[in-house]
């Protein structure tokens, strides 16, 4: 996880969604978070229709009360709330799974986890999304050896010396590279946090 002071949190996305006619602003949307749900989803030990019929449910709980939403930070954050809409589309499965008593690929443990520690657990997700979109920005804008770099030590934690040793450069490039792409991915994790209000 790329650590970073949040930075105020500027919801132009949210806002954009208060006019139903702005298709592009609900794909955005869609894009941004619904793969954050799905992914947590089945780390709660969902299969996939599953965790894809909770991530649809809660994008339109969102739609729901979105018009006459109005964000303040004093209240909380966009991130507590979608993880409290998450969490309460995750209960109404589990209680639904136990009326039915249709637990045959379900984890009932994993789920259970999750619920009791959903906070955590949802946090450790957004971190996770936030990272994995900064990585899929910045990617593209850095030299492809520098990125090759970067992974096998930041991601995979191979010693510098063996990267530098493979790639024929020197361990001191190796260290520039990893500190040079740590300080673009902080920038742009900053300003999707920003963007998608998920400080």
Do not use: N
């Amino acid at each position: 996880m790329v650590s970073l002071e949040a930075p105020a949190t500027r919801p132009s996305l949210l806002v954009r969604l208060g006019d139903a006619r702005d298709d592009a602003a609900w794909q955005a949307f869609d894009r941004a978070y619904g793969p954050l749900i799905y992914a947590h989803c089945r780390r709660c030990g969902l299969q996939d229709a599953d965790a894809a019929e909770i991530s649809q449910d809660v994008l339109l709980d969102v739609l729901r009360v979105i018009g006459r939403f109005r964000y303040d930070r004093k209240r909380g954050t966009f991130r507590a709330y979608l993880g409290m809409v998450t969490r309460r589309r995750l209960i109404r499965f589990w209680r639904r799974r136990q009326l039915q008593h249709s637990w045959k690929q379900l984890d009932q443990r994993q789920l259970a986890e999750c619920l009791h520690d959903h906070r955590t657990h949802w946090d450790e997700d957004v971190d996770a999304h936030l990272l994995e979109q900064a990585m899929q920005r910045v990617e593209p804008r850095v030299e492809p050896e520098t990125w090759k770099a970067f992974v096998r030590v930041w991601v995979r934690d191979e010693p510098p010396a063996d990267v530098a040793r493979q790639l024929e450069r020197d361990v001191q490039w190796v260290y520039v590279a990893k500190s040079r792409i740590l300080r673009k991915l902080q920038q742009e994790v900053a300003h999707l946090m920003r963007d998608l209000a998920l400080e």
